[in-house]
């Protein structure tokens, strides 16, 4: 595997100091969809910077010490120039999508596919077709991306059936945050009450036992996440990684306090990215690490599932001569 200077250095940052390393932008505040969990089409937006600001701006990140960029929106690939350019300028650049534009080529960066469930679920929460042109355009991809899926009241029943749908497809891995509401909100339609949540912690360490190390979730990151676990040691903003690790942007380059906005409730938090960070770092556990070598490095390969073997040996069978 190889890893850039650029990328060693990010990870010695992460252990050894207590620096921002990253920038969360949103670099575009248009979206082709309006998905029932999120609170970006329900706010007023500013305007955005255009493609010549945009790139200022990034680069004046950059110069000022921070090397990672994860691409947020509205919908990132309507702005496909600018994931190009921000995956020039730094060292890693992980870009979010909701995959119906498909995924601009990138020469270091990662993209992330936001996908919530298999077909039904998925539609249900992010529109009728997105699921089918989204997977559709999955073979085009130069490299296989991430899937992404927002556990919510509405998919929590079917993890293990779009685990293993997601398998039989060509992508890197998966990753998972739970629905993060707003503060003050009862969300009751989408967000899984913390108690509940913990059981669906275990079932996906249980999915991950069976299906292997393509689903981006250890028994670290499950600690961080269980309200009996050290899910309290970093649930509000002061304590929070994105506190000190990482600055967030508006499209406008304006700051704001988090990816999910200014009213997300840190108390309720689900964010499959801190509970990553910490649980490889804090303490350090390699299991974790990779998850993240894997969002990081493109050439990254994870070891192959017993699941996905079975599947060969079955392909094998109906179609061996
Ligand atoms: S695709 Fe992303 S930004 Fe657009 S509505 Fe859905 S969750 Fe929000
Ligand atoms: S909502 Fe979550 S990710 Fe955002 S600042 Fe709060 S604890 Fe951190």
């Known amino acids: 595997m190889h890893l850039s200077f650029g990328k060693l250095i990010i990870f010695a940052q992460w252990l050894l100091t207590r620096r921002p390393t990253t920038v969360a932008i949103d670099i575009t505040h248009k ?37 990672a960029a994860i691409l947020y929106g509205g919908e990132p690939t309507l702005r496909p ?43 249900r929460i992010r529109g009728e077709g997105v699921y089918q042109k989204a997977v559709e355009n999955l073979e085009y991809a130069a490299r296989p991306p991430i899937v992404h899926m927002t556990i919510s009241k509405i998919n929590q029943n079917s993890l293990e059936r779009f685990v293993r749908e997601m398998m039989a497809l060509p992508i890197k891995g998966m990753g998972f945050s739970f629905v993060t509401p707003n503060r003050g909100m009862a969300d009751e339609n ?29 028994p670290a990151m499950a600690r961080h996440l269980l309200t009996h676990g050290a899910f309290s ?23 704001k306090v988090c990816t999910y906005g200014d009213q997300a409730d840190c108390s309720r938090c689900g964010c499959a990215a801190v509970v990553a960070y910490r649980g490889a770092y804090k303490p350090f556990d390699y299991q974790t690490l990779r998850v993240i070598l894997g969002l990081m490095t493109p050439a990254y ?8 073997k079975d599947v060969e040996n079955i392909s094998g069978e109906t179609n061996g001569p």
């Open 81 to 123: 120039e600018i994931c190009r350019a921000a995956d020039r300028i730094f060292d890693i650049s992980l870009a979010f999508t909701n995959g119906v534009n498909g995924f601009p080529r990138l020469q270091n960066g990662q993209w992330i596919l936001s996908l919530d469930g298999p077909e039904t679920e998925n539609d």
């Open 31 to 67: 979206c082709n969809l309006k998905c029932l969990h999120c609170y970006w089409w329900k706010q007023e937006h500013p305007m955005e910077l255009d493609d010549g600001q945009m790139v200022a701006f990034l680069k004046g990140l950059r110069a000022g010490g921070l090397r």
């Open 190 to 218: 989408l967000f899984i009450p913390l108690a509940q949540r913990n059981q669906l912690v275990m079932e996906l360490l249980r999915l991950r036992k069976k299906y292997g190390e393509k689903v981006g979730f250890t």
């Open 233 to 255: 040691e970093w649930n509000n903003l002061s304590t929070c990684p994105v506190s000190q690790r990482v600055r967030c942007y508006r499209s406008d380059g304006r700051p």
């Open 301 to 308: 390969q994870a070891r192959k599932s017993p699941y996905e």
